[in-house]
């Protein structure tokens, strides 16, 4: 059974940090999506087996996206919080199609909510 588990979520400052870890392994491609109440999910972030990331142009430069696959764990470390980064978070995994920051990835995690407060 496929389990992709996130943590790390919480309640902010503007101008804080959190990282986001979602505990999976075995998969090729990984990447970090977000939904705010009435919108539509987003992806903010993925990676490939071979370490390529991309990133939504909204947290370039704020927002690093790794994985440790001794820890069979994803990271989303979020500095320079702002108000509209708050959303339920979510993890996302395929093991054969790289789906990048399109929410077409087969699993999903359940997700961790992040509100940054002003």
């Known amino acids: 059974q496929v389990q992709l588990v996130e943590s790390g979520g919480g309640s902010v400052q503007s101008g804080g940090s959190l990282r986001l870890s979602c505990a999976a392994s075995?998969?090729?491609?990984m990447g970090w999506f977000r939904q705010a109440p009435g919108k539509e999910r987003e992806g903010v972030a993925a990676?490939?087996?071979?370490?390529?990331?991309s990133y939504a142009d909204f947290v370039k430069g704020r927002f690093t996206i790794s994985q440790d696959n001794a820890k069979n764990t994803l990271y989303l470390q979020m500095n320079s919080l702002k108000p509209e980064d708050t959303a339920m978070y979510y993890c996302?995994?395929?093991?054969?199609?790289?789906?990048?920051?399109?929410?077409?990835?087969?699993?999903w995690g359940q997700g961790t909510q992040v509100t940054v407060s002003s």
């Open positions: 990676i490939d087996s071979d370490g390529r990331r």
């Open positions: 996302a995994a395929d093991r054969s199609v790289n789906w990048s920051l399109l929410p077409q990835y087969r699993y």
């Open positions: 075995g998969y090729r491609f």
